[in-house]
């Protein structure tokens, strides 16, 4: 290219430039904007999707670890609503009855495997004495069998050595109640006397050791075939597995 | 000149006006060429660092002129400097890199 044909065509160049840009100023602009970053782009796209997945697996990992331990509070919450409604229950009953003397919590199931029995948190130094009722709520649990300074042990009323003396409540029939494992039997109700299935039982106090009127459990059949008494099976309104805290009540002077 | 105007092209697509880099890159192509044909020049790096600099502002200087021009676009002049400044600083290394070796 000679140096005349370079000048000319720079004075092209700028010349037409110039026009380009003149129209520019006073139209829209010609070509719509190139983004060259937009060539790049399958690159920062295989480079965001490793970052991504380093960054998914870190959160997975660290949601995960929320997740189980938000579980983990959700069930001590869960547990704390459920004791508080089970404290709420017993200190009602506690205003309901006076001679309660106090409140224990069960700390283990029993000491030996021939009885059934379990132990609570509170004993001689809290006033509690042997043969004491004790009461949940829902009904009687048992009775006091041995007494430490701190702790006492609770014979359950399904065990077979346990025995109350009860009543039937809508017919006031007297019978003796037994443990009999996992429910319990009523003895010594005459064959004439109608027990219906449902009925409630309760203490008679009778027996100068549990106070009048507890409730214990209701009727689930009754069997007059054998002897001269019904053999009543009666079902405890407090579960043994379900005992968690229980009021000690004073013996029945 | 053609790749000089090629360039300056492919410089005003990154922009939304055509032309300004293409008046630019010519004009400065053009000098530039002017004057690596004279011979009473001694080519040291420092010589051709200074080009670089110095072309590099002159570029800047003719694009930002016809845009303030033409299109009435203001710019705060103390941070317009600066960044040409800058710009003809970072061109420096990569122009004597380009030109490694060359007269």
Redesign the interface.
């Known amino acids: 290219m000679t140096k005349k044909s370079s000048i000319i065509s720079l004075i092209l160049i700028i010349t037409c430039c110039i026009f380009l840009i003149i129209y520019q100023s006073k139209n829209d602009r010609i070509l719509p904007k190139f983004y060259f970053s937009q060539l790049l782009n399958p690159l920062i796209l295989i480079k965001d999707s490793i970052k991504d997945f380093f960054l998914l697996k870190q959160e997975n990992a660290q949601l995960k670890k929320q997740i189980f331990e938000l579980s983990l509070r959700e069930n001590y919450y869960s547990s704390l609503i459920q004791e508080n409604k089970r404290l709420k229950e017993i200190l009602t009953l506690k205003e309901q009855r006076k001679d309660i003397v106090a409140i224990g919590k069960v700390i283990s199931k029993g000491s030996t495997k021939y009885l059934k029995t379990i132990w609570i948190d509170k004993g001689s130094e809290h006033g509690i004495k042997k043969d004491y009722s004790a009461l949940t709520p829902n009904g009687l649990v048992g009775k006091v069998v041995s007494v430490y300074p701190e702790s006492s042990e609770i014979l359950l009323i399904t065990d077979p050595n346990f025995s109350v003396s009860v009543r039937i409540q809508r017919s006031r029939t007297e019978g003796v109640l037994n443990g009999k494992g996992d429910n319990c039997i009523i003895k010594y109700i005459p064959l004439e006397e109608e027990v219906l299935v449902g009925d409630r039982v309760i203490t008679s106090g009778l027996d100068g050791i549990f106070p009048e009127g507890i409730i214990i459990g209701a009727v689930k059949s009754t069997d007059k075939r054998n002897g001269l008494f019904q053999i009543i099976e009666v079902i405890p309104m407090q579960p043994d597995n379900k005992i968690e805290e229980v009021a000690i009540v004073k013996r029945e002077k | 000149?053609?790749f000089f105007?090629f360039i300056g092209f492919i410089e005003?697509?990154?922009?939304?006006?055509?032309?300004?880099a293409?008046?630019s890159k010519?004009?400065t192509g053009?000098i530039l060429?002017k004057l690596t044909h004279q011979f009473f020049f001694t080519w040291s790096p420092h010589f051709k660092g200074m080009i670089i600099f110095i072309f590099t502002l002159l570029d800047e200087v003719i694009y930002m002129l016809?845009v303030i021009s033409?299109?009435n676009i203001n710019f705060e002049p103390f941070v317009l400097s600066k960044e040409i400044f800058i710009k003809a600083l970072i061109n420096i290394p990569i122009g004597l890199f380009i030109s490694w070796g060359r007269p």
């Open positions: 000149m053609l105007a005003d697509l990154g922009q939304e006006i055509t032309g300004p293409i008046i010519s004009l053009f060429v016809i033409f299109f």
